[in-house]
């Protein structure tokens, strides 16, 4: 069965520093992976996905991830971390024979200090 | 463009009540779905569906009925409001099935 842990349930960063949220991943074949934002109060937003080809995906609000097989993660990175990055975040996987359901993480809070 | 649209925004019912989670998007998806978030547990799928006059059960169906008889609409029915219902619920759309979603603001209920 698929399942999705995220091992940092809130982070600290202070503003313009650099930012890792980890994801790991369990499943038999390679994932299509998700990482959300969500907002205080809003509902999510997909950030970036990664499907298949280069492992390193770009998103929006300057963020990326990196896609390491040998690692079943699915890490989201940001350099430098601006005050309105503060939210909650979600990575998320899908099965390429089941496009119906995708299973999420239990999601990491991220703080930032000015 | 107003994307999902989720009423009520906040709810409180008593034990027993029932209601409707209006769900409504304008962006001519096929498939929908509903979410209830819990602190710790991230979002857990209670209904989806691929198209009008198509549903399944998510992870967590008991308790809640759906319908789907427009493309634009995925209203959720609490049949018998209970305590463990309590909790924010997100409808979501998609072109390509629960991949890459569109989200609601989402609907906090509570039930005492």
């Known amino acids: ?114 | 463009n107003a994307g999902v649209t989720q009423t009520p925004k906040f709810q409180v019912l008593k034990t027993g009540q029932s209601m409707t989670l209006q769900c409504a998007q304008d962006m001519n998806h096929e498939y929908m779905s509903w979410y209830r978030q819990d602190p710790g547990m991230g979002l857990r799928l209670i209904h989806y569906s691929v198209g009008a006059g198509i549903t399944d059960q998510g992870e967590v169906p008991n308790g809640y009925n759906v319908s789907r008889s427009t493309t634009e609409d995925f209203p959720l029915r609490l049949l018998s409001a209970a305590p463990s219902q309590t909790s924010v619920y997100f409808c979501a759309s998609s072109a390509s099935g629960a991949f890459e979603a569109f989200f609601g603001q989402g609907t906090r209920l509570t039930v005492v």
């Open chain 1, 1 to 114: 069965a698929q399942s999705v842990t995220q091992p940092d349930i809130h982070i600290t960063v202070s503003e313009g520093a650099s930012l890792e949220l980890r994801c790991n991943y369990s499943y038999g074949a390679t994932p299509y992976l998700f990482w959300y934002v969500q907002s205080p109060g809003q509902g999510l937003q997909l950030l970036l996905k990664y499907f298949s080809g280069d492992t390193l995906v770009q998103g929006i609000k300057g963020f990326e991830a990196e896609f390491k097989r040998s690692q079943s993660s699915f890490n989201l990175r940001k350099p430098s971390v601006h005050w309105s990055d503060a939210a909650e975040y979600f990575c998320a996987v899908g099965a390429r024979t089941s496009y119906d359901k995708v299973i999420f993480g239990p999601g990491t809070s991220l703080s930032v200090i000015p």
